[in-house]
């Protein structure tokens, strides 16, 4: 062949391929494969499993009352219609006709209330726990009718009980199994490694548009990279540095594209301790901080400054950006009158994977100019998990939050970092009985700006999210809310 | 006749490993040492922009943080030094009192001490040495060297075992002992003077594999926390990055693989200085 057509060939590639994949002709049965850092640590939600459980079963294995779409609306999903009464405290819920378990079991009201019994359980882990704790009672008049009461209004129960995974109540531990109503079946599980979901032919609804879907984990990003360019797996759910986006951006065989993320990264302090317990000091180690330095040490040119634990995608975001800016000066004086004028030392939990030992560095070298002297102790996900979350143990430490619509964790003064402020507390209550979103708004909104004004916590960037895939695999979701990645409308052409 | 003719170039050849030896590890010592009174940078400053390359203000340009590499692997050198030196001491301190106390044990006492150490050195170090860090409270320096220490011993102490029961069936041993000396005199004057060329080589190799299992234990994070600049972090901070900004991660492993072959080569020809059946052959 002479150059000419080789060029001649390659022209015309150019010009069919892209027409080829957004045509209809996909491989039904194709198997997906998608990279992700995210291993959970078991297969139940409510037994600290960690992000990746939602990212591999959320309406994929398990499915909910209502559905948190990618878009970021709440949709009726198990849900074939419901009342609520005039005082906001019955809500009458008819289950969709039809359902079955992947045992075969159909779906009954008393597995409703199995499952969201589950979650309010003391036993249960679930970061969501208190955000149904108005629930007081879950009957079940027939086998398709589910009747829950409140003991205070709760206009966010249907975007709570998205969260709520509709398991089977014959089975009792789904730690390493499962037993729900989505398009997938659990396949193989192999730890530390990959986690196979196979095509639930049963399946209520629409059927998937692919014949399995394989989570692949990885510990460290270099190598999800490179599993994507040796052709691995098909699918990032999120890149974790811009400089892995330089093997991909124009390159016709991969699409990138980026989404509205709900991840924050953030230096949470225990604020039940001193020195922490102290507002001026924590609005001091905000001013130290130089953000927009730190977010273009980890991203580039990506990401964004929020200044809040409140992301755009949440009906309650305000710019907060101007909150403590960062200012040295002041940063010093604050602490001079804090009663540590000489500074202080503290020791920062920092988990093993990237970023934070970066940026426990970066804060590091930060707050040495103000006097502050940072231990950096690196830990596992695990000890973060015993030590920090559940012990409290700790004086300060950095973790990447990723669900949505999480302000209500500073509603909760049993929360890990511990911060109790009793008029965010109260606004952050009375949100829930608002009689209208526009209520619960402006309430949420007033909630923010005042855990702003305390510094709650240092607020350090919120992450973007970057999908990167193969060209020929398409209809995955982009803006991965609560780490939820939906995989039934994947098509991989062939 | 014929074997001079073949021994004359390797007469030349041996000083030569030698001094490449001595150059290697000579420039590492020089820049640990010099980085305790001077450095380019404040290894913790901010001092740059983003993935600088290579420039006149930084010779091996910045990481993320834009923190000057060039310090940090000046601080490495200090780090790799420290390491190996104390693992070696401490690996010496236990190996050869184990190794000697074995030579001289009775039979069933010295078989166990034997067996142990043979199961021992089975164990790759690195394993050892992520052990006794993941059973220490928290990692840092001082735990990464002990650690390392105490996995080296096991392989001095049987050494040290062999050699000392080579010298012990000695007629002059026999001869010490029937004219009363103490067995301690008899191992500081007798033994120790007779296996301490061979074991110095030893050590030599040992502060390679130091050197080499220290990085590795800082880039799994087991070895001091940051900011302490050893080349395995900095390597394992660099890999990110590695097709955006490549000397992050080729720097670090450049000074690595020149001091471990440093050593090698320095361990080489002292071993052939020391040793006279080898010269002479």
Do not use: C
């Not at chain 2, 191992?187 to 050590?203: D, G, K, R």
Request: glycine share 6%; net charge negative.
């Amino acid at each position: 062949m002479t150059t000419k057509t080789l060029l001649v060939a390659a022209l015309l590639a150019g010009v069919t391929l892209p027409a080829a994949a957004f045509a209809q002709e996909y491989n039904a049965d194709a198997t997906i494969r998608i990279g992700s850092l995210y291993e959970p640590q078991n297969l139940d939600n409510t037994a600290g499993a960690g992000q990746g459980i939602n990212e591999a079963f959320n309406g994929n294995v398990y499915e909910a009352l209502f559905e948190l779409t990618d878009a970021g609306s709440v949709e009726p999903k198990l849900v074939d219609s419901y009342e609520t009464s005039e005082d906001g405290l019955t809500y009458t819920f008819k289950l969709k006709p039809g359902v079955t378990f992947h045992s075969g079991d159909p779906l009954t009201a008393a597995d409703v209330k199995y499952s969201i019994e589950r979650v309010t359980a003391e036993a249960s882990k679930s970061s969501r726990k208190k955000s149904l704790s108005t629930i007081t009672g879950i009957e079940t008049p027939d086998d398709q009718t589910v009747v829950i009461t409140l003991s205070a209004r709760s206009i966010s129960l249907p975007y709570n009980l998205s969260y709520v995974w509709i398991v089977n109540d014959a089975a009792t531990d789904i730690t390493a199994t499962e037993d729900g109503t989505g398009p997938y079946t659990l396949g193989e599980w192999r730890r530390g490694s990959a986690l196979a979901l196979e095509r639930n032919d049963a399946y209520w609804g629409d059927a998937p548009t692919n014949g399995e879907v394989i989570y692949t984990y990885f510990t460290d990003a270099t190598a999800l990279n490179n599993a994507l360019l040796t052709n691995a797996v098909d699918i990032i759910t999120s890149v974790q540095s811009p400089d892995s986006l330089a093997q991909f951006q124009g390159n016709s065989a991969y699409t990138v594209t980026e989404g509205a993320s709900t991840t924050k990264e953030i230096l949470a302090y225990n604020d039940r301790v001193a020195p922490f317990d102290n507002v001026k000091v924590r609005k001091a180690l905000a001013r130290a901080t130089d953000k927009a330095r730190l977010l273009n040490s980890i991203w580039g040119e990506y990401g964004t400054l929020i200044g809040s634990f409140v992301p755009p995608t949440d009906p309650w975001y305000v710019d907060l950006t101007s909150v403590d800016a960062y200012d040295v000066e002041s940063a010093k004086a604050l602490l001079a009158e804090a009663g540590y004028p000489d500074g202080f030392e503290f020791t920062l939990d920092t988990p093993d994977y990237d970023p934070h030992p970066i940026v426990a560095q970066f804060l590091q070298s930060e707050y040495a100019k103000i006097g502050v002297k940072v231990n950096i102790n690196i830990i596992t996900a695990n000890e973060w998990y015993t030590k920090v979350y559940q012990a409290h143990d700790f004086q300060a430490t950095l973790q990447e939050h990723v669900n949505h619509r999480d302000i209500v964790f500073y509603g909760n003064p049993d929360f890990y970092w511990g911060y109790n402020n009793p008029d965010v507390v109260k606004l952050i209550a009375d949100s829930e009985s608002a009689a209208t979103e526009a209520e619960q708004t402006e309430k949420l909104t007033e909630a923010n700006k005042l855990i702003a004004e305390d510094a709650a916590s240092n607020w350090l960037y919120l992450y973007p999210q970057i999908v990167v895939s193969a060209a020929n695999v398409t209809g995955y979701p982009v803006n991965g809310l609560n780490s939820q990645f939906f995989a039934y409308d994947i098509q991989k052409a062939e | 006749m014929t074997t001079e003719i073949v021994a004359a170039p390797q007469r030349q050849r041996r000083p030569l490993i030698l001094w490449a030896g001595l150059i290697l590890v000579g420039l590492h010592v020089f820049a640990g040492l010099l980085s305790l009174v001077w450095l380019p940078y404040d290894p913790t400053a901010m001092a740059g922009g983003r993935l600088e390359g290579p420039s006149f203000l930084h010779w091996v340009g910045t990481d993320r943080l834009g923190r000057d590499l060039f310090t940090q692997m000046m601080i490495g050198s200090r780090i790799a030094l420290t390491v190996g030196l104390g693992a070696v001491a401490i690996g010496a301190a236990i190996g050869v009192t184990l190794g000697i106390l074995a030579a001289f044990a009775t039979r069933w006492l010295d078989d166990a001490l034997a067996a142990t150490l043979d199961i021992l050195i089975a164990f790759p170090t690195l394993l050892i040495a992520m052990l006794v860090v993941a059973a220490s409270d928290t990692a840092n320096l001082w735990s990464a060297i002990i650690a390392l220490g105490i996995a080296l011993s096991a392989i001095v102490a049987r050494l040290t075992r062999i050699l000392a029961k080579r010298v012990l069936v000695m007629d002059y041993i026999t001869a010490a002992r029937t004219s009363g000396s103490s067995w301690p005199k008899i191992v500081a004057i007798h033994i120790l003077p007779n296996i301490w060329p061979t074991l110095a080589v030893n050590f030599a190799l040992q502060f390679g594999l130091a050197v080499i299992a220290e990085a590795s234990l800082s880039y799994l994070g087991l070895g001091a926390p940051p900011p302490n600049a050893s080349w395995g972090r900095i390597l394992q901070e660099a890999q990110g990055t590695v097709y955006t900004a490549p000397l992050g991660a080729i720097a670090p492993g450049i000074a690595l693989v020149s001091l471990a072959i440093g050593v090698n080569l320095l361990a080489d020809g002292l071993r052939d200085a020391i040793d006279p059946t080898r010269r002479s052959r």
